[in-house]
């Protein structure tokens, strides 16, 4: 028990005032034997935590008015003078230096102050805590309380039987309701129906974690509720507002949209409580007790979470949300190879000597959403992690509306990717190994049509208030809108700053209409802009406008997402001449609606998906023929397969094998190219190492030639005078995790970032991002504590066991009547309702959540998340709160049972029963 770990972290500067006075108050309220010597044996020490928090604001004169309280016991200001000899008025003055600082209560009560102290947690260091003057003079008062729980904490592992600790969870109330066998105390509204003086607080915990840098992104602000005498003396003291019952319950509400989870101080006997907090698992003190020490039965419910398997789909919602990573996804498909089907952790407190190998001190950084075994392949393969599973088991059902908030959950565009989507989910799809693939985007499409018409789109509602705070995002296209759209679901002010005269970036510039019509684009931004998100466009940041003049101008933070929206070049001869054009380039200025002359023979060099759009675009404005010339072979080309076909179909020759040697030009005009055999494209560490025979040339003739052999990107002076740096590629150096660049206050995504990819990678950069930017503007956030880091494995799909599943072939939409291949509108259809329900069925539902029924503390956070009714809370325990005065017989009598079981465990393992 000596380690770092539960030891009391001092900020650089403490300096320790050894006040035997303040050690004797100390001593009292953790109720140590009377009179002994401060600091000596049998007392607190003069690094603990209990003493450190006081010393910070109560004087000598303080502590020796409060030593007449005495323990839970209520006093006046007359009755401490008396036994104190000193002036009634000079008593109530300390005494209320004491309740303001928060070392003890004071009530009113038949018109006199009465003052009385309580335990250490829940009670004073809450309320030292909660007043903000106090953090603002005292800092060191968050250390003290943070170290609270890790000094104290490993000494109550196995001692407090369930429903006895000192804080408990209750559950949220609407995941109890078909509980026949619930006890009235494990309703919240119990608390607040009974009592008609209400507050809110701050959380401490989480101011705790401000202070020392290590907040978890849950802010602190108005989380906590206090009820009756609590709600008095917070209200008269300053550290609370009052709030009505109905505000109480709202504020409730709200932490639960919000993921968070209640708990009450346990110390009021049965049936009593005086606060109710809104916790987070990754930021709670309390709740540290069961992420940290595993000592769960110390906070826990009764309850605890069951799944249905044959409801549950995968969606992840739950996993996400539980503040104690006790649930996980896995694998519901039988298997001829082994699968994980048992999380339950077995080496508990309960029968165990708890020291410290057994702790999981990296609780809030080693989160795990994932089974060994793996899940949904689609799910795992989704660069967004998307609940796929979960939107298509709701289309089934018909409820469209919810599939589509669902996705929204993790992307913003959701009726773009269902047109431009490279599909790595359908890639995925277990189904594949059987057949073909679910059509996912298809099914995505359908949904998203929703989007679409003004009359069924549906804005999301905000999740908070942060309008306070300024936020730039530099660029329109996947990755800046999506970042844009997460920070105004909770509330900031967002700009994004664009340079061309029209937002979305190379959705609305680098890809043509029959992929992406512009009104499908401009539909989404809609949405983006009814949250309030301002667009400014024409603004190039860096030559119109300075990141160090929008930061004068109150922009605390920064996403940069620019994209990679320049041609690159072959760097040949001839590539001035007249006729030759990058495939960025050509594209842009079509899509702009430029006059582009390609008549005659147009020559696309290329094989990735710019090189079949500028191919098709050119099939379009040209009566001659359209060749594409790549180096890969025809299995090798990195575009996909459906542009490959729908290319072909449009009577565009591609010729593979080829790359090229110069261009042709006469008179500075283009005319033609010539080309040498590509033997191979990769060497056998499959690196790019093209190989070609220099003797087998072909020269063709053409009268365009457009160069589409990647992108670059255009950083102007966009990073001058920043500590941003770039790699050899051009992109932006940015952390993998967090997406932060060298310059703080500077982040970035997308294309511009990790090279030119797919819109659904932007998009979950720009979500990263977003979290990013909610952290670092706000005080004291850390950018990777209590941070899912989205780490996702796909199940074994060869050792798919599929017994029975819908034969039904793949649906596929039927093309628009009269859009031809000359046409720019996109001819692609959607697929019916009767064939949404005939491709939902086809999903195998691959994947399950699974509980890990120990660790569960039974909060119900998972049941509001889900839209399958696939988990509830089941009544496992039977456990009530005692009275604080009364709870030490209660604790002893457990300790002296766990002896017992370690050592009947011990005897068990000499002899291999174990």
Known sequence: MGSQTTKMIFPPGYVCRYDEQVMRLANMMGRKKPNVRPGGKGSLQWDDPEYVILEAGVTSEMAEVGLCLGSYEKHSAAEVAKKLGKSEDYCHEQLMKLAVYGACFVNRVEGVDLFW????????MEMIVNNMDNIEKYPIVAYAMEAYGRVRGPLSSGAFPVGVGLMRVI?????????????????????LNEN???SVSNCSCRTDREVMGEGCGHLKEDMCIQMGHAAEYYIRTGRGRQITREEAFAILKRAEENGLMHEIPNTDGPGHTHAICNCCGCGCLSMRTATMFKNVDMIRSNYRAVVDREKCVACGRCVENCPVNALKLGQKLCSSTPVVTDITTRITPRDEVWEEDKWNEEYRTNRENVVDSGTAPCKTNCPAHIGIQGYIKLAAQGRYQEALELIRLENPLPAVCGRICNRRCEQACTRGEVDSPVAIDEIKKYVAQLE???ATRKIPEKRHDYSDKKIAVIGSGPAGLSCAYFLALDGYQVTIFEK????GGMLTLGIPGFRLEKAVVEAEIQIIRELGVEFRMGVEVGKDVTLTQLRQEGYRGFYVAIGASGGRKLGILGEEAEGVFTG???????????????????IVIGGGNVAVDAARAAARLSQGEVRMYCLESREEMPASEEEIQEALEEGIHICNGYGPVRIAESGGKVEGVLFQKCLSVFDEAGRFAPVFDETDTILVPADHVVVTVGQSIQWGDLLE???AELRRNNTIVADALT?????ADVFAGGDCCSGPGFAIDAIAAGKQGAISLHRFVQNGQSLVIGRDRRIYKELDKKGAVLEEYDRTPRQRPDNLDGVGHRSFADGRGVLTEEQIQKETARCLGCGATMVDEYMCVGCGQCTTKCKFDAIHLERVYDGAGVEFTEMKPVVIKQMVKRKGKIAFKKIKKKFGAV
């Open 196 to 198: 008609d003086l209400f």
């Open 452 to 454: 679409l018409d003004p």
């Open 500 to 503: 061309e005269e029209k937002p």
């Open 584 to 602: 960025i380039d050509c594209l842009k200025r079509i899509n702009r609606g430029d006059v582009v002359d390609l008549s005659g023979n147009t």
């Open 739 to 743: 997406y932060q660049t060298g310059e």
């Open 117 to 124: 102290t309580e335990t250490w947690i829940p009670g004073t």
């Open 171 to 191: 559950p949220i109330e609407s995941a109890i309701d078909g509980e026949s066998r619930k006890a009235g105390y494990e309703e919240i509204s119990k608390y």
């Open 721 to 723: 005078g920043t500590k």
